[in-house]
């Protein structure tokens, strides 16, 4: 079933038909394999869909294309159907095709010939790409406000926990003292630039595709700018042709930057896994937090950040998904570009999810302390002595060879007190410049 149903008021009954149906039938395979999984998925974009609507009729009224009186009974019935689909009541009839043919139904249905007015100067197609980057402006700004508050509980860790020393590592070798202010930070910092491509996808994202029609515009006069003020767009797209082609490439350069965002995810995830197991044992979180085995009465699993980690690494595969679905597609619409609302739509929510439940445990993360005391970390401070010999007057080479030496005679005395005081290091973590460089970019978008 694809299309729009209409009316057919002649023997006075209502008939939903498909909106492009011209009189014959499609078969029932052919309509349940082409419309696919947009039943459900459409839905996520019904309120935005109505926005669209609203806007798009406003402007029509404006250049004449519908009377005062005609507006004047669509927009009250428009802002029901939009309450509708925010309190996630509406649904779409299995004989209509997709939520712009649902709204079109309703309408007509409701108001009867007016309703059919709706679609001058407009195609799905068009209709469609508004949908998402509405659909994608809000959601965009659901994951930054996230990010944000997972970047403030990370640089409150940072600083709480500044003092306490963990071991850095190179090829998974011990290698330099580090601290849990450091490492949360970094993290914290990764967001920051996260959030840079983020900014960027939502700029990208805040342009106006309506008016492109079918993807060639429309020889009504249509008033774009109009649209795009009403639908607080930035900006236009201005060519009907380019404007079509955004279709996939908004997904594209959005999931990009989600993308990003899983990333540090999961590296996260990853080192938390490693820090809670016994041979780490830098971290660990309270029993209710965490899982245990049908058989080893021992266990604690670090379940939660597990799959975190296969969560957003799944995430990470989405542009990829979505480049090879775009990969040879020519310019103007195509049906293939439906499938990549399976892979987007529900992305948000995915990681939306991966972000409160790391704030969740983060909020009870217990930090082990002393563990430099440990003498398999002695030679983390190897680089310590060496600079203590610099600034004895050696030259690092000869320091470096020096210190070498008695570590291959088993010599070598750890120096433990550390004294690094330049930006971003162990004792001088700089944290606030890291909190003005996010609250710049957070508040840009
Ligand atoms: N469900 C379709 C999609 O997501 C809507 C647009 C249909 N347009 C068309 N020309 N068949 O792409």
């Not at 266990?299 to 980690?309: C, M, S």
Request: hydrophobic residues 40%; negative net charge.
């Amino acid at each position: 079933m694809d299309e729009i149903l209409r009316q057919a008021q002649d023997d006075g009954k209502l008939t939903i038909m498909k909106i492009w149906e011209k009189g014959g039938t499609t078969d029932q395979q052919i309509e349940a394999f082409t419309i696919g999984k947009d039943a459900d998925l459409d839905l996520l974009l019904a309120q935005y869909d109505v926005e669209g609507t609203i806007a798009h009729v406003t402007m029509l009224e404006s250049v004449g294309l519908l009377t005062k009186d005609e507006l004047d009974l669509l927009l009250p019935e428009l802002k029901t159907i939009h309450q509708l689909a925010i309190d996630r009541e509406l649904t779409i009839d299995e004989r209509v095709e997709d939520i712009h043919s649902q709204v079109e139904f309703l309408l007509t249905q409701k108001l009867g010939n007016v309703g059919k007015k709706i679609h001058s100067g407009r195609s799905r197609n068009d209709q469609v790409i508004l949908d998402i980057k509405l659909f994608s402006r809000a959601k965009i700004k659901e994951v930054a406000s996230e990010v944000k508050s997972l970047f403030d509980q990370l640089i409150s860790l940072s600083e709480q926990h500044k003092e306490v020393l963990i071991p850095g590592y190179t090829h998974m070798q011990v290698a330099m003292p580090s601290s849990f202010g450091l490492w949360f930070a970094a993290y914290a910092e990764s967001l920051i630039d996260d959030l840079t491509q983020l900014q960027a996808a939502y700029k990208i994202t805040n342009r106006n595709p309506l008016g492109s029609a079918a993807g060639y515009g429309s020889s009504f006069p249509l008033d774009r700018e109009q649209t795009t003020e009403l639908l607080g767009f930035d900006s236009m797209n201005n060519n009907v042709v380019y404007a079509q082609m955004t279709r996939g490439k908004t997904e594209k350069v959005v999931s990009q930057a989600l993308a990003s965002i899983a990333s540090t995810l999961s590296k996260l995830s990853m080192d938390v896994c490693l820090y809670m197991g016994q041979n780490f044992g830098f971290l660990t979180f309270p029993d209710h937090l965490t899982t245990g085995s049908s058989i080893m009465p021992h266990k604690k699993n670090p379940d939660v950040f597990e799959l975190v980690r296969a969560k957003c690494n799944k995430i990470k595969a989405l542009p990829n998904e979505i480049d090879h679905i775009l990969g040879n597609l020519p310019s103007g619409y195509h049906r293939d570009l439906q499938l990549i609302k399976e892979g987007y739509l529900p992305v948000f929510d995915e990681l939306l999810s991966c972000l409160s439940i790391t704030q969740l445990m983060f909020n009870e993360v217990q930090v082990k302390k002393d563990l430099l005391d440990n003498p398999i970390y002695d030679y983390l401070f190897s680089v310590e002595v060496v600079n203590e010999l610099v600034l004895q007057g050696k030259s690092f080479r000869e320091a470096y060879v020096e210190v070498g030496k008695m570590i291959a005679e088993g010599k070598f005395e750890p120096k433990k007190e550390l004294n690094h005081t330049s930006k971003g290091t162990l004792g001088n973590l700089n944290n606030q410049y890291l909190v003005k460089m996010m609250n710049e970019v957070s508040s840009a978008i």
